[in-house]
């Protein structure tokens, strides 16, 4: 059993920076994949970004338009998302979650149902 703790969500406002923090428990950090979903209400839960197993591979959701970067830390079990001239559509619950097989299949890694774990989400509201 993995748990994971998402931080740093928040009130903001449409053109500001933000990072997302998540903490995950355990000692195989490393070997997992991580991801970053989002969902917005009335919508289905959509990947952001996810990050291999040693951090040089990454996918970024069309819609992120090059504002977010998303890294790793592993010694200290964390993940982190960095976005930048965050937009009023960026509004949601913002869910890390780990992938334990820790295998790069750019269509599977995208897809919600290919993880085991989840945090409890953190909430980010950027106002216009």
């Known amino acids: 059993q993995v748990q994971l703790v998402e931080s740093g969500g928040g009130l903001v406002q449409a053109g500001d920076s933000l990072r997302l923090s998540c903490a995950a428990s355990?000692?195989?950090?490393?070997?997992?994949?991580m991801g970053w979903f989002r969902q917005a209400p009335g919508k289905e839960r959509e990947v952001v970004a996810v990050l291999n197993r040693d951090g040089v591979l990454a996918y970024y959701a069309d819609s992120m338009n090059d504002r977010a970067t998303i890294s790793r830390d592993n010694p200290k079990n964390t993940v982190y998302l960095q976005m930048n001239s965050l937009k009023p559509e960026d509004t949601a619950v913002y869910y890390c979650a780990v992938n334990a097989g820790g295998v790069w299949n750019i269509v599977r890694v995208t897809k919600p149902t290919s993880y085991d774990y989840w945090g409890q989400g953190t909430q980010l509201t950027v106002s216009s």
């Open positions: 355990g000692d195989t950090f490393s070997n997992y994949l």
